[in-house]
């Protein structure tokens, strides 16, 4: 029908990053709803059946009802929790009156279990499959790729990004990243903020994408200092532990060098000279984390090089994997140690405190050992010669292990006490 003769209705509805949604977390669903002939003023329900299989109403009671003129057209984002993996998704349009315009039952769309590691690439598509096999074998039987084409699919609200596991920024070409709006930067944002995990790689492109006017600039890991043509791969070869050198090619993707560098550099052009620039940095952003690739890996000669695939394992590593033998260790010959110069190591020791209880030290229990050695031994023999009765060792030597035992069970009972004593922290708040 003609739109000036029809009714409200429901045109569109994509569901998820390219007809993917994951079981348990937060879905985006952009609607796109026609005003019809009286136009339209109400809202929008969603309905699902939750792990239980319970019909479950998702609404947003908290903002005022759509207005939509008529003859015209708008695109709303809304928000659902698919419950179950075979999962259908019922949308109804509703007059403020609560009368049913129009509605639709959606099924083409796919379901990942909460268990599988998913990654969205926004920019150039890579070829992330090939990571599998370098990943580990838990990772490697459930990854999945979604690449994001145009600025319109990304959600409004950090919720959105819940079900992806790791984000792919590639920025060799323009396309996704200039058509963002204030509004999707601050979901895809706070996302990381709140323990995203972000892998950006940016080289031929760095001025115009780290610049200063550029939101994207604070996801950098410094101030962009120049792109440089010649750059040598020797380090990156070492840190994937490479059997194939990276290939020459007659055009290649440049270097970009940066101030200031803030994280942990984990791969120089060689093999972390005094001269050497960075070419692989990671560093937290709020409760995320970014990973920055100072060089374009869609572009020769990283995209033709064969062992692109273990290059791209180790930059989507996910946070399972930090431990896992296969994928590699950070860097050669390093070793990090946790001390308590941070959070949970400082909150771990004030749990061991108790008032009005000191902790036997392992010097004072050598030093009683030594004391005691020397009783028993070189001062009981020294002693009962000088005074020429060598055979009352038969009773200083009993009586000195009987007196030891005796000052170290007052000692243990006295220093530690008698009764149970319990601490207890209780974590209300975090702010990021």
Known sequence: QDQDTASPSIEDVRIGFGGLAKVGVWTPVRLTVAGGKQGFSGRILLRTPDSD????????????????????????????????????????????????????????????KSTRQWVAVMGSDLRVEKASRYLSRRSSASLTKTVISDSRDLPDRWIGWEGINVLMLTTSEEGVLETINEVQFSALRRWLQLGGQLVFTCGSRAAEVLGSDSPFSEFGPGKFEESVENWRTVGMETFIRASKRVPDATTRSP??????????????????????????????????????????????????????????????????????????????????????????????????QFQGI?????????????????????????????????????????????????VAYLLSNQLKGRSS?????DLVDVDV
């Open 421 to 425: 004593k319990i601490n207890q922290v």
């Open 358 to 406: 000191t902790l036997v030290r392992f010097s004072w229990i050598a030093a009683l050992l030594v004391a005691y050695i020397l009783l028993i031994g070189p001062l009981d023999f020294l002693g009962l010669r000088k005074l020429g009765r060598p055979h009352l060792t038969w009773v200083t030597f009993p009586l000195i292990v009987i007196v030891a035992c005796l």
């Open 255 to 352: 270097l970009a060098v940066f101030e200031s560098v803030r994280g942990r550099v984990e791969c120089y052009e060689a093999l972390g000279g005094i001269n050497d620039r960075p070419v692989l940095m990671r560093y937290p952003f709020g409760f995320g984390r970014i990973t920055f690739l100072a060089t374009d890996i869609e572009k020769p000669p990283l995209s033709d090089w064969v062992e692109h695939g273990q290059l791209l394992a180790r930059l989507i590593r996910f946070e399972a994997e930090e431990g896992d033998s296969t994928a590699g260790a950070d860097r050669l010959g390093q070793v990090t140690h946790v001390g308590f110069d941070d959070l949970t190591g400082q909150l771990r020791g004030a749990l061991d």
């Open 53 to 112: 299989g319970i019909p479950t109403y998702f609404a947003e009671s908290d903002e005022p009802a759509i207005k939509i003129a008529a003859g015209e057209k708008t695109t709303v984002w809304r928000y659902v929790k698919l419950g179950r993996t075979n999962a259908r998704l019922n949308v109804s349009m509703r007059h403020d009156g609560g009368q049913i315009v129009d509605q639709q039952s959606i099924s083409n769309f796919r379901i990942l």
